[in-house]
């Protein structure tokens, strides 16, 4: 077990390990995100979040407001 410490804790060795857990974690969300026909139309859909007008998302007003 302290072999393996001792490995990780040498510089060199623990940037690779931190370079292929970080670029796994990349692919899986990569690919969570674009596999799915509901999941890549729900995601697409939001693309055009900025452009929808303030106007069109107002609730109905009530009698009381002004």
Sequence with gaps: MSEIWAWLGDLG??????????????VGIVLYVYTGKQR??????????????????????KQGDK
């Excluded at 060795?13 to 292929?20: D, I, M, P, Q, W």
């Excluded at 890549?40 to 859909?45: D, G, I, Q, T, Y």
């Design 13 to 26: 060795n623990s940037k690779v390990l931190a370079l292929l857990i970080f670029f796994t974690t990349f």
């Design 40 to 61: 890549k139309e729900r995601l697409e859909s939001y693309k055009n979040i900025p452009f929808i007008d303030d106007e069109d998302k107002k609730p109905a007003s």
